[in-house]
């Protein structure tokens, strides 16, 4: 069995936006910039492996619910 | 008749104006304490996202955030929303994110943030932090000690069809009878066993992932289970059967380990092949929701 020490270079960058971006905290406070609490994950990755048309209209309907400013 | 004069006006946030005037914006890694008997402080300084600045520990009561300042113009909404479609920008960022959390894992108990939760002022994180503190202590507790550790299964299909009609009853008879029927009959036995066995092998995969998630969920503190990730993403030849995330003592992991290593003994000749990854600071175990759930 593969066991992965804490050397990053050996983590995938699917297992890395799975937790960083998936899983993390959501902190909101006034005047944040933050990523959403929506299905990001893959996001690039999925623009990445999807034809470009698909990928685009993925990409404009995936950011719609992304980033969201709160109103201050 | 109403008179406004300039002085009714206004001013804008001096905090907001400096922050502007200087290009200047908070990275927040993540909430945190010191853990019990190491000092942070001690350590040599960890360099943040933006290589020009090292990490340093906002205060608000009993906790922490661990932030480090970022051009607040790298953080335009309209230009991440860009960047957010580069895959080279956001594996750059991923891992610069990842590097620092790995660093800050070695010193504090962490509830790690998403990625990219950038303030414009040290007011606002505190008002963040101020709205946040009835649960972020007990979540703290939770962790505190424990490491993340992922656990990972890809199913061999082959290998598993051929399980499931040794090891289903109905399926090993309907296999008997194939290899006792003449000529004739053979091949329609044989059509109907693939097909019944595609079931059974569902079935079976089902029940013992299931079974082995039981197994680990004994060993650790918490337990949750993930998306399953497309083949695209993940890249093996087999299908991801099982991603959970486990919350382990670090007192608990040989225990663990040793679960995890009999099982990896008892279904690998199965063709199920085990992943195991960490420790992550307790991403899946984070959120005020798990924090109530628990």
Redesign the interface.
Known sequence: ????K?D?SD?????????????????????????A?VD??????K???CSIDTAEQM?EKA?QQ??E?PSV | MQITTMDAVPLPDAE?VTALLENR?YY?YA?ARPKPGVSAAAAAPIVGVDPRHTVREVVHGEVLALVSDVALAE?D?EL??ER????LW??VL??G???V??ALNEHYTL???????????E???H???E??SAWVGAALDRVEGAQEW?VKIFCDRAALVTWAISEVPQLRQLATTVNAASPGARYMLEKRLQRAAEQGADDLRRREVEAIGAQLATKVRAAQA??L?PQ????HAEEMVL?G?YLVAESEFETFRAA??EL?AEYSPHGFN???????PA??F???EQQEAA
């Open positions: 069995m593969e066991t992965a804490w990053t983590l995938t960058i699917v297992d890395l936006l799975d937790r960083a971006l998936d899983k993390g905290v959501l902190l909101w406070g006034e005047l944040v910039i933050s990523v609490d990001l994950v893959y996001l690039g990755l623009a990445m492996l990409r950011w992304l980033i400013t | 907001i914006a927040a909430l953080y909404l991440l929303r957010f479609q580069n895959t956001l594996e991923a891992r994110h990842q590097r959390i790995a509830l790690p943030l998403k990625l990219c939760t950038v303030y414009t002022n007011a606002s994180l008002e963040a932090l709205a946040n992922g993930g998306t990730q695209q993403l993940h890249g991603n995330a995890l290593d990896v085990f992943e195991l990854t960490g420790p992550w991403y899946s984070s959120t005020p």
